[in-house]
């Protein structure tokens, strides 16, 4: 029967459209990454071409690979997000289940109050950020990011889990209470895997401004054993900026290990998304 | 209450971490916008420092220009910034050490090297204090393609009628783009533009302080002759200037596409490096032959002490060092285009930086006329002066009312001294 | 007596599941963030800070300079969310509609594809997009010649007219990926019994989509509509990379976040000014919450939600 849905045209319409939206999705990536390997009279003559024999070349990778940590760069943003992103998923869905499945007083006024940090830009609150970093010694610290971004996080993912939080079955989780599971237990094996989708989307949403931040890592933690590779990235643009090689090479690679990570980490994705659906 | 548990829980934490570190050589860091300069600093100066102090140990740790002054801020009002500051001239700097943030640095060994007009960015208003060592200063001309100029047979104008003819010629010829500026990035237009062309309207000095005196006005005529001067080079500029930004420009010149480049004597190392022709250097055009001749020679980067650092002696000693002859040559050499500011005379390689150091015998000297003083209030004279030379030069506004806005903006909050 | 105590323990646990999220939350952002919004009924005297009331607010609106400021970026601001709601969310469900199409091939790809340009960083971004359409490297009029429109060509970063508008677009080419996503779970957890039943009824293809699957997903996309709403008005980045502290020309792309920025922390010459920049983040944090309060009492409390 669906068979019938599935007719060759409105197949056929469909891949044209996403075609031709990932056309202009990649694109501009394409552009950045291949002129990075072509030498400089070549970047500007043929922007659009691809490197040949003749305009092959790596000086700008030379030139920026030549200074600075990239691989300790990586690391410190590694440690950071995947630290951040573990206490974001973990205190958001248990805020979020809470406001989602009990009744008590106050429930919309604590709603209300955890969303009240998507509305203002934390940047806002720097200073004072600043100054409890270092009563507590911990500027310079990959903790004090992690802190921060576990902070900055929690709205976004206390106010989209709860929404999906409250399309779980309210029979399955009373089933539950019937056998004698603790709500503890309720939440960690019944809700959490049923809302598996909405925590990975969640997951990908917290990892991306916490992986690009440039101002916390600049102001919290810039010396040069915790730098971030945003931050890295950053001061090579700003130190090669007219030099064009090196900015396409700064570029690409900063683009290349988010895409690497989201590549492999796209899979367990989808795979979330997929296995979670209550089919 | 929360926060002070939290605080003394994250403390707790930190002190493992912390316990480790040794009590061996002291370490300075410096924080500067100039992230260009990394590899000098790494490469010849601290070296040469260290090399003669053994025990202090310098890092240059640089962030990029547009988020220095917010960044630093940040850092001081929490109290983890470091040892040494780079500073901007004038006001944002003296702004600092009001706040405490910068040391008064007068009886520095080493300050008796400057003049006072090398101080004078960096001085109280009333002159008794200084709080940075001055580092450098920048001259604004123009900077042409020799090729091009020897190929169209041009010579470099020394009047407004010639500079124009000179852009006329080449624009008729069309093989070059006649002269190399954006407006995208706004600032290239007032600091390339007006700042570079407008002291000669308004001579230099003279106009500058008459301006903070209240004597003259910006919407006077040698105020405005600038921006009528910039709205005629729109049509001298590349196809689609107003996105061109300023690596765009900087591209545009040393790729050979363009003949002349109003410059900031700061470009003549990125210069160096990357054209593949020869370069020459003029002062702004007079409008009369024989007319004096005026530079914008700008102050434009010093070095303070962090009033909170806990190495100040160590801080103490290399700044005396940055105000020695010695750091002097190293400086000037690495960085052409950055002119040293010590009294001791700096004996410079390169031509192209010789020749904007010559105009200082020739030319009356000045500094950008929006720097002191005039941009302490809101709404701030720089940026609306960014703003309005680029909509002069888009062609959005006109000279006349770009003054206005100007003259109004400063109006609304400073009242010169009478 | 069992069902007292019952209730106790289950108090218990709203607080446990509760805690340690609004124990971080409130030390690190929201006492930090209000320590910040109290500055706007603060001014200084050169000295100390000094009480001030809403003389601050008052500056803000009546003061000429100050309220066309404002108001140019709050008009700005507005434009920009419009492009968001008219191209970024169509253009989203609608991928997310194609994509979640049973037996589609290749789709794995065009979702990984699709999302990529929202995992790059705004640095990136900006700066990716300045290049291409820089008129001196010329790869936007390089395409437009291709297909012989090269007097199509402007410096639309450059011009007044286009500018905010070019940008909006740029912003919504890098965040496609994020309505996309959440309808695209959305549209994935209607249970295919659902979808049977409509198919027997001969509801099929188009007509499905808005008789059957629309409805369903309402409240995701009510979700996507609110967060591309406090997501615009918080927005900064972007503009700050590609057009700088001053967001020209001639402050055309001034949103909110921008005029913030640049009156909280200074730039170039002008001091930042504590006092004023938390008057208008105080007023960003008003327009924000007033938009979140309509979502959450106006617009949430009347959707179905529908049990699955």
């Known amino acids: ?279 | 209450m929360k926060t002070q548990a939290l605080t003394a829980l994250l403390m707790a934490s930190s002190i493992l971490g912390s316990a480790g570190m040794a009590l061996a050589d002291t370490t300075l860091t410096i924080e500067s916008w100039r992230n260009d300069d990394l590899s000098i600093w790494q490469e010849k100066l601290i070296p040469a420092f260290e090399a003669k102090n053994p025990g202090i140990k310098v890092v240059f740790s640089p962030s990029a220009p547009t988020e220095y002054n917010a960044a630093l801020n940040a850092k001081l009002d929490a109290g983890s910034a470091g040892d040494l500051i780079t500073c901007r001239p004038f006001d944002a700097s003296l702004e600092l050490y009001n706040k405490g943030h910068l040391a008064d640095l007068t009886g520095l060994a080493g300050m008796e090297n400057f003049s006072d007009v090398a101080k004078s960015a960096w001085t109280t208003d009333d002159g008794k204090a200084s709080f940075c060592v001055p580092m450098a200063s920048v001259i604004h001309g123009f900077i042409y393609n020799k090729e091009a100029f020897e190929k169209l047979g041009i010579t470099p104008p020394a009047t407004e009628a010639e500079f124009f003819a000179a852009l006329d010629k080449i624009k008729a010829d069309g093989t070059y783009v006649p002269m190399a500026m954006g407006t995208k990035d706004l600032w290239e237009a007032a600091t390339m533009g007006y700042q570079n062309i407008g002291p000669t309207y308004w001579k230099g000095e003279e106009g500058r302080n008459a301006l903070i005196k209240g004597e003259q006005k910006l919407t006077d005529a040698q105020w405005v002759e600038p921006f009528a001067t910039l709205a005629k080079w729109k049509d001298y500029l590349g196809d689609g200037f107003e996105a061109q930004s300023y690596p765009d420009s900087q591209n545009l010149f040393t790729l050979g596409r363009a003949a002349i480049y109003p410059a900031g004597s700061w470009e003549i190392s990125v210069f160096n490096t990357q054209a593949q022709f020869k370069m020459g250097a003029f002062p702004p055009p007079v409008k009369n032959a024989g007319d004096t001749c005026y530079i914008s020679d700008h102050n434009d980067i010093g070095i303070g002490l962090n009033a909170k650092s806990k190495n100040a002696e160590a801080a103490k000693t290399f700044l005396s060092w940055v105000a020695s002859p010695e750091f002097a040559t190293i400086y000037a050499n690495a960085l052409p285009g950055f002119f040293s500011l010590n009294s001791a005379a700096v004996k410079m390689e390169d031509p192209l930086a010789q020749e904007f150091v010559s105009w200082r015998e020739k030319c009356k000297p000045t500094i950008r006329s929006t720097y002191q003083i005039l941009s302490r209030g809101t709404p701030n004279l720089e940026n609306e002066t960014w703003v309005e030379s680029a909509n002069v030069i888009n062609g959005t506004s006109t000279p006349e009312a770009a003054a206005k806005k100007l003259q109004e903006g400063l109006e609304s909050w400073y009242k010169p001294a009478k | 007596m069992a069902v007292e105590t019952e209730r106790k323990r289950r108090r218990w646990h709203i607080a446990v599941f509760l805690a340690p999220a609004v124990l971080v939350y409130t030390a690190i952002m929201i006492l930090p963030l209000f320590g910040t919004l109290q500055l706007s009924l603060f001014t200084s005297d050169g000295q100390a800070r000094v009480f001030a009331g809403l003389a601050n607010f008052r500056q803000l609106f009546l003061d000429p300079r100050w309220s066309a400021s404002f108001w140019n970026a709050l008009g700005n601001n507005f434009w920009f969310f419009i492009i968001h709601m008219l191209v970024q969310n169509p253009i989203g469900i609608l991928l997310a509609a194609l994509l979640s199409s049973p037996r589609l091939r290749f789709s794995a790809f065009y979702r990984t594809a699709i999302f990529i340009p929202t995992i790059l960083s705004f640095v990136i971004v900006g700066f990716t997009w300045k290049l291409i359409l820089s008129p001196l490297w010329g790869v936007a009029p390089n395409l437009l010649d291709l297909v012989g429109l090269k007097s199509l060509f402007v410096p639309w970063l450059g011009k007044e007219q286009y500018a905010l508008t070019t940008l909006g677009l740029i912003s919504v080419w890098q965040f496609i990926g994020i309505p996309m996503m959440l309808i695209y779970a959305a549209l994935l957890s209607i249970p295919d019994e659902v979808i049977e039943a409509a198919e027997c009824d001969g509801i099929t293809g188009m007509a499905q989509f808005w008789k059957i699957k629309l409805p369903l997903i309402l409240p995701s996309i009510g979700i996507i509509s609110v967060l591309t709403f406090v997501g615009n008005f918080n927005a900064f980045d972007l503009i700050y990379s590609a057009q700088g502290a001053l967001a020209g020309p001639n402050y055309s792309t001034d949103i909110l976040g921008t005029f913030l920025y640049r009156t909280f922390f200074g730039f170039q010459l002008q001091t930042g000014d504590p006092y004023m920049g938390s008057t208008i983040a105080s007023m960003m944090f008003f327009i924000i919450l007033a938009g979140v309060c309509v979502y959450l009492f106006a617009i949430q409390t009347r959707l179905r939600r529908y049990q699955f």
């Not at chain 1, 507590?136 to 709205?155: E, R």
């Open chain 1, 1 to 279: 029967m669906s068979k019938a849905t599935n007719s060759l045209p409105r197949t056929l319409a469909a891949h044209a459209i996403l075609l031709l939206y990932t056309l202009i999705a990649l694109a501009p990536v394409v552009v950045i990454v291949i002129n990075s390997f072509k030498s400089r009279n070549a970047i500007f003559r043929t922007p659009l071409a691809p490197p040949t024999a003749e305009t092959f070349d790596l000086i700008g990778y030379q030139t920026v690979l030549g200074q600075g940590d990239f691989l300790l760069y990586f690391q410190n943003s590694f440690i950071v997000t995947v630290g951040s992103l573990f206490l974001v998923l973990l205190f958001g869905a248990m805020a979020a289940f809470a406001l989602a499945e009990y009744r008590f007083k106050g429930n919309t006024l604590m709603g209300l109050y955890l969303a009240l940090g998507i509305m203002i830009p934390i940047r806002l609150g720097t200073v004072a950020i600043l100054q409890l970093m270092v009563a507590s010694g911990l500027v310079n610290t990959l903790t004090a990011l992690i802190l921060v971004y576990t902070a900055q996080g929690l709205p976004l993912c206390i106010f989209i889990l709860s929404e999906f939080m409250k399309q779980v079955s309210d029979d399955l989780k009373d089933a539950g209470r019937i056998d004698g599971l603790s709500e503890y237990r309720i939440f960690f094996r019944l809700v959490l895997p049923l809302v598996r989708p909405a925590m990975a989307t969640v997951a990908v949403f917290t990892m991306i401004p916490i992986w690009n931040d440039l101002w916390f890592p600049l102001i919290l933690a810039p010396s040069e054993s915790t730098k971030t590779i945003t931050l890295g990235a950053q001061l090579f643009i700003g130190q090669y900026v007219t030099n064009w090689n090196a900015v396409l090479a700064a570029l690409s690679l900063a683009i290349l290990p988010v895409l690497v990570l989201y590549v492999i980490f796209s899979r367990q994705l989808i795979r979330g998304i997929t296995s979670g659906a209550v089919k």
